[in-house]
């Protein structure tokens, strides 16, 4: 007896529908993450209580030497915000932020790209470069690089002196805020490349091979297949890339204060970080500092909220 003939899309339609996957109920995953909720929390709570305390309170030298703490609510806010000085530190502090990320961005998504068309032992070595650039301490870096630029013997007066004749053999980088805030946004540039690198090169290595050469059969040239493809698959991870570099740039600090000891101008150079020692550490003005702080603080999550909304949006698509 012939089996009976079934037409394909019948079966289909009568297909019980797939069971939907379910979330995982176990409190294992809230009771890893307990511990280190817990180490943030006091490493970081206390500080951070205590920083928004003396914002409403006049807190200086003699509150240092164990004088009552006065409550003033708002007016170390108002005082701070009505300082054309403060105005012109953070005018500084976005531009040097944002020119200084746009620059790394640019130049890590560079080195991910050549590194996806390197073969593997060029590819390892330049990860390694890379990887060695990053782990160099800070002042150590600054040491090197000031002597680069050192005003009498630095290489790169000698260099720009041959390149451009005009060019004085004892130019004073550190003399004034221009040529300081470039040392200061080349070394923070340097410093920040290899891990732009790793994060961007995660991310291409993670587009099919296939789609880019379907593009490639339809006509579609390199920098077309780069800017319609590759950089809207990859967007979300540098929209993480620039989200971080942003928020690390706006809160530099070590590059610019030993920039600043070196000899460069304080007031000509201070970005947020640096205000905020200054007035703190350097006048006694706790309080003020704490205030400009929380505005710092402020103004962070205002720059991570799209990330923030974003990572819900993408919790909620992937549980529906």
């Not at 951070?48 to 703490?69: I, K, M, S, T």
């Not at 593997?120 to 330049?126: E, G, K, N, Q, Y």
């Not at 470069?129 to 790169?156: A, E, H, K, M, Y």
């Not at 500092?289 to 819900?312: E, G, K, W």
């Amino acid at each position: 007896m012939a089996a009976p003939v079934t037409d394909p899309a019948t079966e289909k339609r009568s297909a019980p529908p797939e069971p939907r996957r379910e979330r995982s109920t176990s409190p294992l995953p809230y009771l890893l993450l307990l511990g280190a909720a817990v180490a943030v929390l006091l490493a970081l709570g206390y500080p951070l209580v205590r920083q928004v305390v003396l914002a409403f309170q006049d807190y200086g030298l003699e509150q240092q030497f164990g004088a009552p703490a006065e409550f003033i609510g708002f007016e170390n806010f108002a005082t701070v915000l009505s300082d054309p000085y403060t105005w012109e530190v953070f005018a500084r502090s976005i531009v040097f932020c944002l020119v200084t990320a746009g620059v790394t961005i640019v130049i890590g998504v560079f080195f991910a790209v050549v590194m996806m068309r390197m073969s593997t032992w060029a590819r390892i070595f330049i990860q390694t470069i890379l990887l060695l650039v990053w782990s160099i301490p800070i002042v150590s870096s600054l040491t090197v690089w000031q002597l680069l630029f050192d005003t009498r013997f630095g290489v790169v007066n000698w260099t720009l002196e041959r390149i451009l004749p005009p060019w004085p053999d004892d130019y004073n980088w550190l003399g004034q805020a221009t040529g300081m805030l470039t040392i200061a946004s080349i070394i923070i540039i340097w410093m920040s490349v290899p891990l732009v690198a790793f994060m961007a090169y995660s991310g291409l290595s993670q587009v099919p091979e296939e789609v880019q050469e379907a593009a490639e059969l339809d006509g579609a040239g390199i920098w077309t297949r780069f800017f319609r493809i590759t950089v809207p698959m990859i967007a979300p991870v540098l929209f993480l890339i620039g989200l971080l570099q942003i928020i690390w740039d706006l809160r530099v600090f070590t590059q610019i204060k030993i920039l600043q000891d070196a000899g460069a101008p304080l007031d000509e150079t201070d970005v947020l970080g640096t205000y905020i020692f200054r007035l703190g550490i350097g006048q006694g003005e706790f309080g003020m500092a704490s205030a400009t702080a929380m505005i710092v603080l402020v103004l962070t999550v205002l720059v991570t909220l799209p990330y923030v909304h974003q990572l819900f949006k993408s919790d909620k698509e992937m549980s529906a």
